[in-house]
């Protein structure tokens, strides 16, 4: 498992916490740490869901990005109208490439931007009108919408506009769902909160008057699989082949009808339990629905999670599990046999938010690599609770790790690869390290699944071994002493 010793771990931590004042460094303290399997909570290892350091660069997301971004903006055929300034529909859309089916513009609107577009004059007199006005010519332009929520920027928050009684008259004339999302992007500490407005607002306004029917003796729901480059689809197919019906999938490729299937099955599965989690409690609690999380990253995984997701059904439905891994085996046998060779003993890194920074710790294991350090941008205890199990003994943990801090952690510890987000990219691949952006899946995918798998390893061998890091040089270098990164695959 992991190369560095309990002791070496946290006096890495304690050198680079050395910069900050005193108070500050007193605060991140707690948000690093080096893994303790034996732990019962993580609660005793490492802190997490706080409010940021003013002054450091944290990467996190707003709840804004967690309600529009995540849970909302990928169900394709409702409107998601931004209501604010125009930057945060603007940056929200199409960003996450959740792949959906459809005819953009007729029945289908993920990669559209509907904004109030506020100007000086909306922050002083307020926007109840011009949303309601917008409401209006969406529905002239795109009649076959089936329902619309109301995302409010932070702006809307501050000056007070009533969201909720534009949003109930519209509701009421078109006859349709007009959703009011509280999720002002100053809202908590992080897009989590977001992901928990989002849930509620579903609870409250989608799956209030659903009734509870007695389901099909297969049917499941996917929950919190937002479609990455495909990955629901990727899912799917498994579930399928092993004979589960699958009545409801979002928020990727999902509707307003399959959001409302879902207190009709017989099991929720839920992929993100992050952004999710509070909705299939809710269920749970209200329609006696079971849920159970599952993880389709890399063979190992899948193999236990289809056993897992098939200990619920009969005898049938768990021997066609057992059919279904057999089929693939061989297969994921040729892309380990095809990419271990080239990244086994390689090390990664990882900082991303939701469950990628514990999901995919398995299917580089698969490939014979190791994760030497993992952190997310919004987790909750909870997400430790489960990571600690899945990493090595005093492997290092960072909680909204700022950008000081990861940047010199990767100095020290120089791993092979570098998974994170858009934001840290660029600036890693300057100092020559390998990157994928573990958000989006830099424009490729699927990662789950079988046929996902073999992606991933492609991509992974794609980043580490290309002879570009042979030939570049970081530009803060350039003319020193220092050597030139040393190629990756001599």
């Known amino acids: 498992m992991t190369t560095m010793t309990r002791e070496e771990t946290d006096a890495l931590i304690q050198e680079v916490l050395e910069v900050y004042p005193e108070d500050a460094k007193a605060d991140r303290a707690k948000h690093l740490a080096s893994n303790d399997q034996s732990a019962e909570k993580s609660s005793k290892c490492i802190t997490s869901n706080r409010k940021s350091l ?7 997301g707003c709840a804004y990005a967690g309600s529009k ?138 799956l209030a008057d659903v009734e509870k029917v007695e389901p099909g003796k297969y049917d499941v729901s996917i929950i919190g699989d937002y479609n990455i480059g495909g990955d629901a689809w990727s899912s799917r197919i498994l579930l399928e082949e092993m004979g589960l019906n699958v009545v409801a999938q979002w928020s990727g490729d999902g509707t307003v009808a399959e959001m409302k299937n879902c207190p009709k099955v017989k099991l929720n599965l839920l992929h993100c339990y992050r952004s999710m989690n509070y909705i299939s409690r809710f269920m749970e609690e209200k329609y006696g629905i079971p849920w159970i999380e599952y993880n389709f990253f890399g063979p190992t995984k899948i193999a236990e999670s289809l056993r ?3 200990s619920f059904f009969d005898d049938e439905i768990k021997a066609n599990a057992e059919k279904v891994i057999a089929k693939y085996q061989p297969l994921m046998q040729a892309v380990i046999d095809k990419y271990k ?25 698969d490939l014979g690599m190791e994760v030497v350090g993992t ?92 002879p570009t890091w042979s030939g570049m040089t970081a530009p803060w270098l350039k003319g020193s002493d220092a050597p030139a990164a040393k190629a990756v695959n001599e």
């Open 54 to 60: 003013p002054g450091v660069m944290t990467i996190r």
């Open 69 to 206: 971004g995540v849970v909302w903006g990928p169900i394709k055929d409702m409107i998601h109208i931004s209501h604010g300034p125009v930057g945060c529909g603007q940056y929200s859309r199409a960003g996450r490439r959740n792949y959906y089916v459809g005819t953009t513009g007729v029945n289908t609107f993920g990669t559209m931007n509907f904004t109030s577009d506020f100007q000086e004059k909306d922050i002083v007199f307020g926007g109840d009108k011009k949303l309601s006005k917008l409401i209006e010519e969406v529905e002239a332009l795109f009649p076959l919408n089936k329902g619309i929520s109301v995302q409010s920027e932070c702006p809307i928050g501050l000056i007070g506009d009533d969201i909720e009684a534009v949003s109930k008259k519209a509701a009421a004339e078109f006859g349709k769902p007009v959703v009011p999302v509280r999720c002002e992007g100053f809202r908590g500490v992080s897009q989590s909160l977001g992901h928990h407005i989002a849930n509620d607002a579903i609870r409250d306004h989608m």
């Open 308 to 310: 897992k997701i098939a």
């Open 341 to 365: 060779a080239r990244l086994e003993g390689k090390k990664v890194m990882l900082y991303v938010g939701g469950l990628r920074p514990r999901h995919v710790i398995g299917a580089y294991e």
């Open 375 to 466: 952190g997310y941008e919004f987790a909750h205890n909870d997400d430790y609770d489960r990571t600690m199990k899945e990493m090595g003994n005093a492997t290092l943990l960072y909680d909204d790790v700022t950008g000081y801090e990861l940047e010199e952690f990767v100095k020290k510890i120089k791993p092979d690869l570098i998974g994170s987000g858009i934001k840290e990219k660029y600036i890693f691949q300057k100092m020559g390290i390998p990157f994928r952006q573990m958000h989006s899946w830099d424009y490729s995918g699927p990662y789950h699944g079988y046929d996902g798998f073999a992606i991933f390893a492609r991509d992974m061998d794609m980043a580490i071994n290309s």
